[in-house]
């Protein structure tokens, strides 16, 4: 099955590894990840901080390249190269309601399951925590309040949104379409007794009204998949608290003191390796640890990697978990 | 020719401000039939009435139309007038050019126009009115209070002193309420069960109270005075004519079930009493987990028995009643634990809620009114209580306050430190809202006697850490993280309709909120009725409220039943709806335009009918009927066109 993908700009950048491993993962689970067409930078959240409109205007031009993709593997003009014709854009117009409908991306989703070369999922799958968040609300908002699509749509001129995509995080391709008995099923390594403890952070799970992702206050996502891979997961009390990265870009004390609370929460409740899905976190536990390490030595460092890693290890794509010396079996 | 007199109101300036009265008075007199205008400055004060009174007997009127506020406010004040005045009360009318004209415009020219054109319009409907009479009902002299906690009882016995005969309804299989499981009362400090227990003894021995507990009302029909409703008695297994209440078979039963009563923090028998005091004092069986029902094993209840009273065959019945009026008194429930994730509430043991705290704190409680976590059973030196959980917080669909809680957790605090005099609490809030006689100052003494900490703010985050329970938090006063390791915390959640409250509405035909408390008729002038005529509404069902409240509005729903049932009839507005017979094809598209079940069709006579009492004259059927059968006393169609033709002119 061919999915839209959205990687954003970190997983170009600082997390290429992310995106790489991610990749990796997929394709030995036959999720095809087709990297949209054209994409730009979704603004991380700074979009959704104002309220004017005009900074949604980008996010939802990202929809509207992964809509045309949706449309094009509807009409079989979808090439392999994710090529979009200009056949695409004249039927845009027609159909924006049917597979556009909250709920029904799903079913469209099974009917593609074993479809030709043209067939394309209307979920549209990131990976960031941040994209996830930008993409997944501006597109609540505009299904909340058709003015607001209006008016974002008119500052877009020819690229109009017309509500047809589904915005997913890899994790729910994982749960819901893969399923983890399958993952489990496609483990080769043996990762008994490794703890790992699961960093939702805050993108990932708020404003629960529009991400529907999991249970904010109690989510379980991460640990289940951390079961399905074998491993053991840590419920640490700090897996879904802000860990302040934003305030990384012009301060030093508060996200160290934060990053230091989920660190030791983390440790403390004896995991040995902390995963996540978000660059900014992981830049700023990592950042965080080595300024604490530098006046404490013997501060207890936890290693943080981004959960496709972990992933592409158990899978055994990968001859060692990047950077760590687990000496699992 | 008719002759009609105009009164003008000015309201004030509520209506005189925007709308010129002198210009309406002018204007209206050059009216075909008008042959007296006049304005007052208030018509519906004494002079103003006398005003109205003598112009009557003066210019020998026919009809009036009185413009001035919404017929809501005053039609019946006005059209009770002109009758001691002679006329017939249905040739009164009322304009409303208050809410409908003066509060709505600021230009006077045209508020003045169309004031008059309201008011003409009301003369041409005049023109048209026929005198009518009430219609009378019967009334059957019984009352149905729905609910037997505090409120419920208080109504119940308030009517059946006055001489009524009640049906005290609950579908526990006691009566109390949430009062019977509550330690001490604010600010007093009264035990709960003290007060309460003469109450509850007197509802069981009052000869004009009977009582139904286990029961649910399944179905009402009929209209005030004369409901119709059917109970649903639930199995009970323990023919409670035969028990004694010696309790043999609850000592004897060998199954365990989490106790409802002590919500969930003790256990009792499958065969039980709830709690020592509950009145009436006989067992149920909790059929999911008796052994005998389940596999037809066992069976040590029936075998011990001495009055053979066990009945393991028991179905329940459906009873049907007879009442005149109803008083809804069904109370709350807190906010349940699916709601409440971010407390730890069901998922970190030690984290409990006010009513299990007064569990706690209970003489007759799981402990012996020992305070002992759930967790393992240890005394708490430090307890955390968090105020406000769920209420006033929009995000969570509670933006209303539960008003009693700063009262409970105050008292809480302090019960708590008469208990272990060594420990420590502390109390997050939002404000403190104390607004009851004596109140702030028992909150005073919380703080100064007993040092209990409040903290002005919220609590971030609470987790399990070890044996404590670890509290995130912030005193915005001064500006500091609190961080506490304690042994138990309490919430206070937010007070919520009790479950089941909207269907039960729905069956009653009554109205409730976005929360889902009932809806009283007028907030601040009809507190304790509901739309429907003969239902009223007391205690927490309507609003949270305390205890002295819940009391007081009570008595009062009581007072309105006791007045309803004053009278030996009932009188119904016969501005109603009434069928040509000649025209009508008995097509049943009135039947179907009717919300309140007031059109039937004559199965004999193949055409429909009316039952008036029930017709609230709201004229859906009229619009509805193909052929015009279906008419609306003094809201003739002629009457309705010649109002119409009068605004257009």
Redesign the interface.
């Known amino acids: 099955m061919k999915y839209p993908y959205y990687p954003g700009c970190s997983l170009y950048d600082t997390a290429a590894v992310f995106n790489d491993s991610a990749l990796k993962v997929a394709q030995k689970l036959d999720i095809e990840l087709v990297e949209l067409e054209e994409w730009q930078c979704c603004g991380a959240v700074y979009p959704l901080s104002s309220d004017g409109l005009f900074p949604l205007a980008a996010p939802l031009r990202n929809l509207v390249q992964a809509e045309r993709m949706v449309e094009a593997g509807k009409s079989g003009v979808y090439g392999e190269s994710g090529e979009v014709g200009e056949a695409v854009k004249s039927e845009e117009s027609e159909d924006p309601g049917d597979s556009g409908e909250p709920g029904g991306s799903g079913g469209s989703g099974e009917t593609g399951g074993t479809g030709g070369a043209g067939e394309v999922s209307n979920k549209m799958v990131t990976l960031c925590s941040a994209c996830y968040n930008v993409h997944k609300r501006v597109d609540h908002l505009v299904r909340e309040d058709e003015e607001t699509l209006e008016r974002i749509n008119s500052y877009n001129r020819e690229d109009e949104y017309h509500k047809g995509v589904e915005i997913v995080h890899l994790l729910d391709v994982l749960r819901d379409d893969v399923g983890f008995e399958r993952l489990k099923e496609a483990v080769t390594r043996d990762l008994q007794d490794l703890k790992v403890g699961a960093y939702y952070g805050c993108l990932l799970l708020r404003p629960e009204e529009a991400l529907n992702f999991d249970d904010p206050e109690d989510p379980a996502v991460f640990e289940d998949l951390l079961t399905s891979l074998g491993c053991e997961p840590v419920k640490f009390p700090h897996r879904a608290e802000c860990c302040g990265a934003y305030a990384t870009v012009h301060l030093e004390s508060p996200p160290e003191s934060a990053a230091r609370a989920i660190i030791e929460s983390a440790v403390g409740r004896g995991a040995r390796l902390l995963v996540t899905s978000c660059p900014l976190c992981h830049y700023n536990l990592e950042e965080s640890q080595q300024n604490i390490l530098e006046r404490e030595p013997g501060f207890q460092e936890l290693p943080v990697i981004y959960f496709t890693e972990l992933l592409e290890y158990a899978l055994g794509l990968s001859a060692e978990l990047a950077g760590l010396d687990l000496r699992v079996k | 020719m008719k002759r009609i007199g105009v009164f003008v109101c000015g309201c004030g300036k509520n209506i005189a401000g925007t709308v010129d009265i002198d210009r309406v008075v002018e204007d209206i007199k050059q009216q075909n039939d008008v042959v007296h205008a006049e304005n007052y400055q208030y018509l519906c004060s004494e002079p103003g009435q006398k005003i109205i009174y003598q112009a009557i007997l003066e210019h020998e009127l026919e009809g009036a139309i009185i413009s001035a506020c919404s017929p809501s406010m005053h039609q019946e004040t006005f059209r009770q007038l002109v009758n001691t005045a002679g006329m017939n009360p249905y040739q009164c009318e009322i304009a409303n050019i208050r809410e409908q004209c003066s509060w709505v415009h600021s230009d006077e020219k045209l508020a003045t126009d169309k004031a008059l054109d309201i008011v003409k319009s009301m003369v041409a409907k005049v023109r048209g009115d026929k005198d009518l009479e009430a219609i009378k009902a019967s009334l059957t002299k019984k009352a149905l209070v729905i609910g037997a906690g505090i409120s419920g009882i208080q109504a119940a016995l308030e009517i059946a002193e006055s001489g009524h005969e009640v049906i005290l309804l609950d579908r526990n299989s006691y009566i109390g309420g949430h009062m019977a499981q509550l330690s001490e009362t604010f600010p007093t400090l009264d035990c709960s069960q003290c007060i309460l227990t003469p109450k509850t003894a007197e509802i069981s021995r009052h000869p004009k109270i009977s009582l139904m507990v286990n029961s649910e009302l399944e179905e009402l029909e009929g209209y005030v005075g004369n409901f119709r409703a059917k109970i649903r008695r639930k199995a009970t297994y323990v023919d409670w004519e035969k028990c004694n209440g010696c309790g043999d078979c609850q000592e004897k039963c060998p199954g365990k079930v989490d106790s409802e009563f002590e919500r969930g923090l003790g256990q009792e028998k499958v065969i039980s009493v709830p709690f020592p005091q509950a009145v009436p004092s006989k067992p149920t069986i909790k059929a999911e987990h008796c052994r005998y029902i389940q596999e037809e094993k066992c069976g040590v209840c029936q075998k011990i028995c001495p009055r053979n009273a066990i009945n393991f065959e028991d179905q329940g019945q459906l009873e049907e009643i007879e009442v005149g009026a109803i008083v809804v008194a069904t109370g709350y429930d807190l906010l349940g634990q699916d709601k409440l ?2 407390y730890g509430y069901g ?1 970190v043991p030690d984290v409990i809620d006010g009513l299990q705290f007064e569990r706690l704190l209970s003489a007759s409680g799981p402990t012996g009114g020992e305070i002992r976590r759930p967790s393992d059973g240890k005394i708490p030196e430090e307890v955390v209580f968090i105020q406000c959980v769920g209420s006033r917080d929009e995000e969570k669909g509670y933006p209303y306050c539960s008003r009693i809680c700063c009262m409970y957790t105050a008292k809480h605090a302090k019960l708590y430190k008469h208990e272990v005099e060594s420990g420590q609490a502390y109390v997050f809030y939002m404000d403190i809202r104390a607004g009851g006689k004596g109140y702030e100052e028992f909150i005073q003494q919380s703080i100064q006697e007993e040092g209990t900490r409040y903290f002005r703010g919220r609590v971030s ?1 609470l ?3 070890g044996e404590k329970v ?1 509290v995130l938090g912030v005193d915005t006063l001064s500006d500091e993280q609190i961080e506490i390791d304690a042994d138990m915390v309490v919430l206070a959640c937010a007070i919520v309709p009790n479950y089941g409250v909207k269907e039960l509405a729905q069956k009653l035909k009554i109205g409730t909120d976005e929360h889902g408390f009932l809806n009283e008729a007028h907030p601040k002038l009809k507190p304790v009725e509901s739309l429907t005529r003969g239902i009223y509404m007391a205690g927490a069902a309507q609003s949270p409220k305390d205890i002295p409240d819940t009391v007081s509005q009570a008595g009062f729903a009581a007072s309105k039943v006791k007045s309803l049932f004053s009278g030996d009839e009932l009188k119904h507005s016969p501005t109603v709806v009434y069928v040509e017979d000649d025209l009508c094809t008995g097509c049943g598209q009135c039947v179907e335009a009717c919300v309140y079940e007031a059109r039937e069709i004559d199965e004999k006579k193949k055409i429909a009918r009316v039952e008036e009492v029930l017709c609230e004259g709201c004229g859906a059927c009229v619009a509805a009927c193909p052929n015009g059968a279906t008419r609306h006393h003094n809201n003739e169609q002629d009457q309705l066109l010649s109002m119409i033709d009068e605004v257009l002119e």
């Open positions: 994730s971010e998922r985050r987790y399990r850490e670890k």
